[in-house]
């Protein structure tokens, strides 16, 4: 993430400091773009922006580290909720505390394939969600333009708070959409384990994935066979419990955070 930010922010208005610690990152910074990186003392000091472009474990530990360094005012932006959720952001309540995080570019938009550019940030339109979550309201302006930059070309911009985001992932997009793919590609496997050729089960599925999420989330005008209707009706109780949705409630989500962080 970090070179894909680095190379995003080229040209920009804005002047980036840049801070890698290992000497393969930053042989390649300086391989592919031409940066040459900075000790984290020399790049914060006297900063406006400190874009944390690191994993999710190690976020307290680097945003307790370089607190001190920062000057009243200074916008610290992760691109994740997770560790803001958490609690470990330091208390500094002079901070600006800014997420965003990309939402992927759409599985419809033609550019995702032809690219091909699954993830985002280089040819495929993608929207983001932004969240301010401490600092004057003004403040939300400038982090959304860096957003926008750092995941370029953005579709649309949606504001939402940090547990909105909390929601979104690792709620939605993680333990429900990931989990739910990890279990249809397991179903793949089963059923080629059982007799169905390899390729042919792929093709199947992917192909039925397509059509059906079309339909499913209304991407085309249509609706499926009373037989399909049926699979689901029977289906949904023999693969989901009941209380499924209880994922969204916010102590499960802050385990889910924990665990993650």
């Known amino acids: 993430m970090g070179a894909r930010l680095a190379r995003n922010l080229q040209g920009s208005a804005y002047a980036v400091r840049h801070v890698e610690v290992s000497a393969a990152g930053q042989q390649r910074l300086k391989d592919e773009l031409g940066v040459t990186c900075m000790t984290p003392g ?33 916008m610290v932006l992760t691109l994740d909720a997770a560790a803001p959720f958490a609690g470990h952001l330091p208390a500094r309540p002079d901070l600006v505390y800014f997420v965003a995080h990309p939402c992927h570019p759409n599985i419809f938009a033609p ?20 969240a301010l979550m401490q600092g004057p309201d003004e403040a939300y302006a400038l982090g959304e333009d860096i957003a926008k930059i750092i995941y370029a070309p953005v579709k649309q911009s949606w504001r939402v708070s940090v547990d909105q985001m909390a929601l979104l992932e690792p709620g939605l997009s993680e333990t ?41 989330f209304k991407q085309i005008p249509g609706q499926f066979s009373d037989a399909c209707n049926k699979a689901i009706t029977f289906g949904k109780p023999r693969l989901l419990r009941d209380d499924w949705k209880q994922v969204f409630d916010r102590d499960e989500i802050a385990e889910s955070i924990r665990r993650i962080t």
């Open 111 to 130: 550019e995702v394939h032809t690219g091909p550019d699954y993830f985002g940030g280089v040819t495929a339109p993608q929207s983001i969600v932004c």
């Open 42 to 74: 020399a790049a914060v000091d006297g900063a406006d922006v400190v874009i944390l472009a690191v994993p999710d474990t190690l976020i307290g530990r680097i945003a307790a580290q370089i607190a001190p360094q920062l000057k009243a005012g200074t």
């Open 176 to 216: 429900v959409c990931a989990t739910l793919l990890d279990a249809m590609r397991e179903a793949m496997d089963e059923v080629v384990a059982r007799g169905v050729p390899a390729e042919a089960a792929r093709e199947f599925l992917l192909g039925h994935m397509t059509i059906l999420s079309a339909v499913i």
